[in-house]
């Protein structure tokens, strides 16, 4: 079966990125330029979705609130996407941590895109399972959601094995530079006495 999309976010160049993407992978996407407009589609059209993307700048308001709690009306796991920029990501975090919902980070990547929405998708159906299993136990399922450093490492892990460890191009695709991926690797134990013997410079650079 199909999936359905809703995107509401107020950037065109990011909406039509994420629409085009999302189309191509075989989602039926719906658009929104803001949160009001989504929220009297849906109000209208009852079109259940099976996951929902929108600016995090919008949570302050009273439609795009009214938007996420109607849609989990009938589907209460419903995966729920933060759109972040960096002005945005500080306050975005506190919900975030919260674990009800998960984030995209601007400059948008198709990978990045693609992994956030796989495991919003996999928490989701997760929590399904769990909540058939033992349905008196949803509140605690939240508790289990990976936090965003977790987060952080698998998709960085995932970028390398996609790039075959082509370290400018994992780089480029996080949006970080050659040298704090160095320190990141470094972080999680990926780096090898070879490779720190090979990269004398980065290692300088690193420590500091």
Not at 165 to 181: D, F, M, P, Q, V
Request: proline letters at 3%.
């Amino acid at each position: 079966m199909q999936k359905k999309m809703m995107i509401v976010e107020g950037d065109s160049s990011t909406r039509s990125v994420l629409n085009e993407l999302f189309s191509k992978k075989g989602y039926q996407v719906r658009t929104f330029e803001n949160a009001l407009s989504a929220r009297e589609w849906y109000g209208v059209s009852h079109d259940e979705q099976d996951v929902i993307l929108i600016n995090s700048k919008t949570l302050g308001e009273r439609a795009a609130n009214e938007l996420i709690a109607d849609s989990k009306v009938s589907n209460p796991l419903l995966p729920v996407v933060l759109i972040c920029d960096s002005d945005s990501m500080s306050q975005a975090a506190e919900v975030i941590r919260s674990g009800k919902y998960h984030y995209l980070l601007a400059p948008i990547t198709a990978e990045h895109a693609e992994f956030v929405v796989e495991v919003a998708f996999k928490q989701a159906e997760s929590a399904k399972t769990a909540e058939a299993a033992t349905p008196k136990n949803l509140g605690s399922l939240f508790t289990n959601f990976p936090s965003l450093d977790e987060l952080e490492k698998e998709y960085m892990k995932i970028v390398l094995e996609k790039t075959k460890g082509r370290k400018e191009r994992a780089a480029k695709i996080l949006g970080i530079n050659r040298r704090t991926l160095y320190r990141k690797e470094r972080e999680y134990g990926w780096v090898s006495e070879e490779e720190q013997s090979a990269s004398p410079h980065l290692d300088q650079s690193a420590s500091h």
